[in-house]
Structure formats: C-alpha cells, structure tokens
C-alpha cells in the first residue's frame, strides 16, 4: 500500500535511528545539490528536500542540461560523477566503523528484547532474563 511504501522509506532513509550520511556525506549532498550554501550542517539524515533535489539533478541530467539553478539563485553543474574518481571516495575512520556496528548490535538486541517482553511473563520479567549482549557483541566482531 502506499502508506505502508512510505514508512519503509521513511525507515530506511529519514530516521536517524537507521541511517546517517555523517557531516562528510551531508557536506557532499549539499555541496552536489547546491543545497544550504553556507548554512551550518543540521541534519544527517535524508529530507524531503533532497529526495526532490535528487529528483530533480537526475531529470535534468536525463535531459542533457548542464546546469540548474537551484532556490536562491545559485547555479549548480548538472554532470555525471566518475565513480572511480578518488575524490567520489572516503576512507571510514575506526571510530566510525565500530559505531555502526554497535548501532546494528543495539537494534538487534533490541528487536530480541521486544520478543521477550511479548512471550514472557510479567511477574517474571527482569532485566537480566530480557537484556542478551551477544548480538552486540556479534555485531562487532563482524
């Protein structure tokens, strides 16, 4: 259905729970789509706003224009990017790598919590028969 399409996308690339550009990848999108020149980086998510900026830079891409103007007047090239450009590429420092991992560990101890709070008893229910570290744990050593 179409609410059900939405959410997913809303998931997958809007909430910051489940996906995050970091200040490079917010810096890069803004920087290709001529979005919030010279604003300070808020958001490391996906917006609404550069759903329809991408839109719009592949239409215009499709139609061969070279460049778009985008809200407030500034100019952006309209080209197609070498993907084997070292430029286009970013190297993930450490610290990066473990918090994404920890992030997909946390999810998934999470989803294992929620089944248990459904399936156990009430009375029952401590924090140390819910919380599970290896998924955690898992996670990492990927």
Do not use: C, W
Not at 32 to 40: E, T
Not at 101 to 113: A, D, P, W
Request: charged residues 30%.
């Amino acid at each position: 259905t179409k609410e059900s399409a939405q959410t997913l996308l809303e998931n997958l690339f809007l909430k910051e729970k489940r996906y995050d550009l970091a200040r490079v990848g917010r810096y890069k999108v803004n920087k290709k789509l001529g979005l919030n020149a010279g604003q300070p980086i808020t958001s490391s998510t996906l917006t609404e706003e550069d759903v329809v900026a991408t839109i719009e830079y592949l239409v215009r891409l499709h139609e061969g224009q070279t460049t778009m103007t985008v809200p407030g007047g500034v100019e952006v090239p309209v080209e197609v990017d070498d993907i084997d450009h070292f430029g286009n590429r970013r190297l993930r420092t450490v610290g990066e790598l473990i918090q994404n991992q920890i992030r997909v560990g946390l999810s998934r101890m999470e989803r294992v919590v929620r089944e248990r709070m459904t399936t156990q008893d009430v009375e029952a229910i401590t924090p140390q028969t819910l919380i599970n570290i290896r998924p955690v744990v898992a996670a990492i050593k990927e």
